[in-house]
């Protein structure tokens, strides 16, 4: 049987662990070529080679999402290698936590800056290849699929403008999704709840101990229950458009 995206490609941002670096194994094990975004060039090398042991086929592009130069540069590079790009996925992110009255202005633009701007380079830069894929492409459909959160359905105390961000990106998604239809690109949102992953390593210690406290007890998802979502997405069939979804650990209540 034909992998469901075998002669496609996919560029993944934020490809170099957690999310990111499921949803491009995922991927590739479904026929794609995957191009994988994100700053650490060591750790893109290790998911490329995973991917490449496994028979399938990566190009590390290092790049930061906030420099849309770069990110331009790298959508070049993988259309540059492969022809094409049928599938954009908007994964990296970050989040800071901390009542808006005591935040850190610098957080709130480091939010902003990684959460808006980076899924707005990326998706710029990605779309004029996604139509060109869709037009000739077997499938007859491109993809973009951006990873957002539950925090981008419900707001809650500590974590207004990370909720901004990600209320944010939806709103653009849902533009992009009506603007497109025409041309035959499907814009889907995947919303996570709790995942494991190294997102909070960097906050303060603080602000860990309260997400720890918060999620005590909780059967966290793994990365794979994300990428998951973001496979079913993108290997439906041409006439069907999943364009949210909301995936929790099952005992999440918000």
Same mark, same amino acid.
């Not at 592009?61 to 790009?85: I, N």
């Not at 101990?209 to 993108?234: C, F």
């Given at each position: 049987?034909?992998?469901?995206?075998?002669? &496609?490609? $996919?560029?993944?941002?934020?490809?170099?662990?957690?999310?990111? $670096?499921?949803?491009?194994?995922?991927?590739a %094990?479904?026929?794609?070529?995957?191009?994988?975004?994100?700053?650490?060039?060591?750790?893109?090398?290790?998911?490329? +080679?995973?991917?490449?042991?496994?028979?399938?086929? #990566?190009?590390?592009?290092?790049?930061? =999402?906030?420099?849309?130069?770069?990110? &331009?540069?790298?959508?070049? %590079?993988?259309?540059?290698?492969w022809?094409?790009?049928?599938?954009?996925?908007?994964?990296?992110?970050l989040?800071?936590?901390?009542?808006? +009255?005591?935040? /850190?202005?610098?957080?709130?633009?480091?939010?902003?800056?990684?959460?808006?701007?980076?899924?707005?380079?990326?998706? @710029?830069?990605?779309? !004029?290849?996604?139509?060109?894929? #869709? +037009?000739?492409?077997?499938?007859?459909? $491109?993809?973009?699929?951006? =990873?957002?959160?539950?925090?981008?359905?419900?707001?809650? !105390?500590? &974590?207004?403008?990370?909720?901004?961000?990600?209320?944010?990106?939806?709103?653009?998604?849902?533009?992009l999704?009506q603007?497109?239809?025409? /041309?035959?690109?499907?814009?889907g949102?995947?919303? !996570?709840?709790?995942?494991? &992953?190294?997102?909070?390593?960097?906050?303060? $210690?603080?602000?860990?101990?309260?997400?720890?406290? @918060?999620?005590?007890?909780?059967?966290?998802l793994?990365?794979?229950? =994300?990428?998951?979502?973001?496979?079913?997405?993108?290997? @439906?069939?041409?006439?069907?458009?999943?364009?949210?979804?909301?995936?929790?650990?099952?005992?999440?209540?918000?």
């Amino acid at each position: 049987m034909t992998a469901a995206l075998a002669g &496609t490609v $996919a560029l993944v941002t934020g490809a170099s662990s957690g999310i990111g $670096a499921a949803t491009a194994r995922m991927l590739a %094990a479904q026929g794609a070529a995957v191009a994988l975004l994100a700053r650490r060039a060591d750790r893109l090398a290790e998911v490329a +080679a995973a991917i490449e042991a496994d028979g399938g086929s #990566a190009l590390p592009v290092p790049a930061d =999402v906030s420099d849309k130069e770069q990110v &331009t540069a790298a959508v070049a %590079a993988a259309v540059s290698r492969w022809g094409r790009l049928d599938i954009l996925v908007n994964n990296a992110g970050l989040i800071r936590t901390g009542e808006a +009255a005591a935040a /850190s202005l610098d957080d709130w633009d480091d939010l902003v800056t990684v959460n808006v701007q980076g899924v707005l380079y990326a998706t @710029r830069a990605a779309l !004029p290849h996604l139509i060109d894929a #869709a +037009a000739d492409s077997p499938r007859g459909v $491109a993809d973009v699929v951006t =990873v957002s959160s539950t925090a981008g359905w419900v707001a809650r !105390p500590g &974590t207004a403008v990370y909720s901004l961000t990600k209320f944010g990106v939806n709103a653009f998604n849902e533009g992009l999704r009506q603007e497109l239809i025409g /041309s035959r690109v499907r814009v889907g949102v995947v919303g !996570p709840g709790t995942v494991d &992953t190294e997102i909070n390593d960097h906050l303060p $210690a603080e602000s860990r101990a309260a997400i720890e406290q @918060r999620t005590a007890g909780m059967v966290k998802l793994r990365p794979e229950d =994300v990428a998951d979502a973001v496979t079913y997405m993108v290997t @439906r069939d041409r006439r069907v458009a999943v364009n949210h979804m909301l995936v929790r650990a099952a005992e999440q209540t918000w």
